[in-house]
């Protein structure tokens, strides 16, 4: 398998955790979201355990990146960061598993091995918020705008960036904010991290 962790001390950690299994082997570890692809096309492993936050790009991106470019590798994305939008967007782009951090390096073990078999593999409370959260009611487009904002920039800054004129950014950051339920874009961007929407 492939592991993309941004924290060394815990990347080392799983994959000696995980050769430990006799049946698992850790072929490639990478610390950056835009190392995943070259080194999974490099090592051709069966099952990438991806992390969601990395520096260079996130495991999101990468899964849909490595379904595209070698489909025989399934992608097990393994996150401190258990928010419904994350697991939506992860299985949307190709991910055959979704856990959080906080569990038992067993359970890991298990759950690369159930998806080696062709299972899907999901934390059952975050599949639950998940339901409950329902689906992310942000276009695209509005995404793109908050990500923008995100840094405090203006409307002229983020027009500029994204190739929009001012008032059709505006439409779509008073879209998002309505959408949010918020009452500016500083909120807005707030609930759209804090839910996984971003």
Known sequence: MLLAEDQGMMRGALALLLDLETDLEVVAQVSSGDAIVAAALETRPDVAL???EMPGGDGISA???LRRRLPSCRVL????FGRPGYLRRAMEAGASGFLV???PVESLANAVRRVLSGERVVDP?????????GPDPLTDRERDVLREAADGSTVADIAKRLHLSESTVRNYLSAAITKTG???RIEAVGVAQSRGWL
């Open 101 to 103: 951090k906080d569990g």
């Open 125 to 133: 409370d975050l599949a639950a918020a998940a339901l409950a959260a």
């Open 182 to 184: 918020t009452r500016n």
């Open 77 to 80: 994305i393994l996150t401190t």
């Open 63 to 65: 899964t849909a990146e």
């Open 50 to 52: 991806l992390d969601i």
